[in-house]
């Protein structure tokens, strides 16, 4: 089963690009990525998600590598409501997410 | 379009008391999840349902845990009897398709958080 790692923390200045690491080098080739955040108090919100090409919407973007070991999510203009924990997930083909404990992420005025 | 609903919001109970939670997943989503989140961790999966069968149990703990989903829409999560350990945060979760779906999106409710003194 893939799992995924990601650094605790983060911060980010206001209005610049926060880019968000995470590493699952042991993906399957039929495993999507996603990437969900949860602000204090809420449940996960979605973001995106992502197979073998780069994905965009309006909230973000997503980079995966060539080999798929690891992908980056990039929000290009953080506010300070982007501040949450953001999730990297690899989807089992079963459909279940796990999750892992995920990246803090602060936006600093 | 209504999200995924969850009650209680909030449940404070002594230990070796039972509690359940209860929710209501967007119409029409066929698979519906469990989940535990400790306090500055990540969700936990507890158990996957998918209509009223249960597609993956492997994380809830059977001897205390039960959940059902009878007429494969509301689901129900309960605890029985509670420890310390197990205040949380249960999320409920959803999402339209199954498994072997090429692609798919679950979406949470807020909630239900538990308190065990």
């Known amino acids: 089963d893939a799992k995924t790692t990601q650094p605790t923390s983060m911060d980010c200045a206001e209005g610049r690009a926060a880019n968000l690491p995470c590493n699952h080098s042991t993906i399957s080739g039929n495993e999507y990525v996603y990437w969900y955040r949860q602000i204090h108090s809420q449940g996960p919100q979605y973001i995106i998600h992502g197979l073998k090409n780069n994905e965009t919407n309006e909230m973000a973007s997503l980079i995966i590598t060539e080999d798929r070991k690891s992908s980056t999510l990039i929000l290009p203009h953080a506010t300070l409501r982007d501040t949450a924990v953001y999730y990297c997930i690899v989807r089992r083909t079963g459909n279940q997410f796990y999750f892992g404990t995920g990246t803090s992420l602060t936006v600093i005025p | ?117």
């Open chain 2, 1 to 117: 379009e209504a999200g995924v609903a969850q009650s209680p919001r909030y449940k404070i109970i002594e230990k070796r008391q039972s509690v359940a939670f209860w929710c209501n997943p967007i119409s029409g989503h066929a698979t519906l999840y469990w989940y535990q989140q400790i306090l500055g961790q990540g969700p936990k999966l507890l158990i996957q349902f998918q209509n009223n069968g249960v597609v993956d149990d492997s994380q809830l703990p059977k001897d205390r845990f039960s959940a059902e989903r009878l007429k494969g829409v509301d689901s129900t999560l309960k605890i029985q009897p509670a420890k310390l350990e197990d205040s949380a945060v249960y999320l409920c979760a959803s999402s339209l398709v199954g498994p072997g779906q090429a692609r798919n999106t679950i979406y949470f409710g807020e909630g239900s958080w538990l308190t065990v003194v």
